[in-house]
Antibody, heavy 117, light 105 residues
Framework: QVQLKESGPGLVQPSQTLSLTCTVS????????VHWVRQPTGKGLEWMGV???????DYNSALKSRLSISRDTSKSQVFLKMNSLQTEDIATYYC???????????WGQGVMVTVSS | DTVLTQSPALAVSPGERVTISCRAS??????MHWYQQKPGQQPKLLIY???NLASGVPARFSGSGSGTDFTFTIDPVEADDIATYYC????????FGGGTKLELK
């Protein structure tokens, strides 16, 4: 069955780089787009970016200068890297599979990231 | 970016009908989708493309609308439906509404 699972360090120091991995199963990264969405505790959802089936990427304009999404199709993994982390980046980070019309039909369980020294 | 505006909270009683609205700052055709999120859980797709029920979702959930005005309805509400509901557009760079928190009266 379709599954997505985020992994990565739960604690990042201020100004350092966040690196997260989304490991997927039950589908191919060359057939479905994978998005990253984050949610500060108690707040709403924010779209971060997408890696398309062909490998190209698009990013939220507010995060574009700090964000990079890549993948390893042989390992069924999607990677998120975001630099210059600050306290405003404290959130739960989700990866989600997008269907043909862009809706997110499967989500990972999320990984909580704290920024603190 | 397309801004999606939802009412922040609604109070309901089990058995009632509740409607949540989502207004887009520009037309998104029918590429509007609805998710349910309970505390500590990831969002769950309920409605896609404005009015299509996602697999396994009970028929008491429904959606309608096109262009800039969309509604999401639960009829009748059950106690298990207490959650936050988000609209999401995929017409252009994805955005989410701020969420509508459903509370018990």
């Amino acid at each position: 069955q379709v599954q997505l699972k985020e992994s990565g360090p739960g604690l990042v120091q201020p100004s350092q780089t966040l690196s997260l991995t989304c490991t997927v199963s039950g589908f191919s990264l060359t057939s479905y787009n994978v998005h990253w969405v984050r949610q500060p505790t108690g707040k709403g959802l924010e779209w971060m970016g997408v890696i398309w089936t062909g490998g190209s990427t698009d990013y939220n304009s507010a995060l574009k200068s700090r964000l990079s999404i890549s993948r390893d199709t042989s390992k069924s993994q999607v990677f998120l890297k975001m630099n210059s982390l600050q306290t405003e980046d404290i959130a739960t980070y989700y990866c989600a599979r997008a269907n043909l019309n862009g809706y997110f039909d499967y989500w990972g369980q999320g990984v909580m990231v704290t920024v603190s020294s | 970016d397309t801004v999606l505006t939802q009412s922040p909270a609604l109070a309901v009683s089990p058995g009632e009908r509740v409607t949540i609205s989502c207004r887009a700052s520009e037309s998104v055709s029918t590429l509007m989708h609805w998710y349910q999120q309970k505390p500590g859980q990831q969002p769950k797709l309920l409605i896609y493309k404005a009015s299509n029920l996602a697999s396994g979702v009970p028929a008491r959930f429904s959606g309608s609308g096109s262009g800039t005005d969309f509604t999401f309805t639960i009829d009748p509400v059950e106690a298990d439906d207490i959650a936050t509901y988000y609209c999401h557009q995929s017409w252009n760079s994805p955005t989410f509404g701020g969420g509508t928190k459903l509370e018990l009266k």
